[in-house]
């Protein structure tokens, strides 16, 4: 079996095994400790509510099997599953690690265009670019909103 085979089984399989709401409670906060994130100290209260329902969002998600936290190398990955994945497109998407470079990708985006800068973050953050991100639906595109916010507020 190839190793990305196995890998698409492994990831298949954690799916179909969700995970209790207390280990996703624990994974969330493993990957706020990884980016330093403490909600309580943003200035903005809106800003904190917002990471309330993100990271309710998060939790139940993940409770639901739509999503994954996984850390390799000591560096967190997201896994999103697609219910309706674009042609071409897998049925899962892995966010990497939030670096510069995906930073850099919002360049050009409004700072008031929350949804051109989440789609262009996540796009880099995949590897599959802007326009994937364009063409989600329904759900997956609602829970990538929720992950770019993630990215947009660490």
């Known amino acids: 079996m190839s190793e990305d085979k196995l890998k698409d089984n492994i990831r298949e399989a954690s799916f179909k095994n969700p995970i209790s709401r207390p ?3 624990e994974q969330f906060q493993a990957l706020i400790d990884f980016y330093d994130c403490v909600p309580e100290d943003f200035a903005d209260k809106d800003i904190e509510k917002n990471f309330d329902r993100i990271k309710n969002r998060f939790i139940r ?3 639901d099997g739509k999503l994954s936290i996984s850390f390799e190398e ?10 309706y994945p674009p042609d071409g497109v897998p049925n899962t998407l892995t966010y990497k690690t ?12 409004e700072e008031d265009d ?3 800068r989440m789609q262009a973050l996540c796009g880099a953050l995949t590897g599959e670019g802007e326009a994937t991100m364009r063409n989600l639906i329904g759900p997956d595109v609602s829970l990538m909103e929720y992950i770019g916010g993630f990215f ?3």
């Open 61 to 63: 998600s993940m409770v």
């Open 114 to 116: 929350n949804h051109g």
């Open 98 to 109: 939030l670096d510069g470079k995906a930073r850099i990708a919002m360049k050009g985006h």
């Open 152 to 154: 947009l507020q660490v």
């Open 23 to 25: 280990v996703a409670e």
């Open 74 to 83: 000591g560096k967190p990955k997201i896994t999103q599953r697609l219910k």
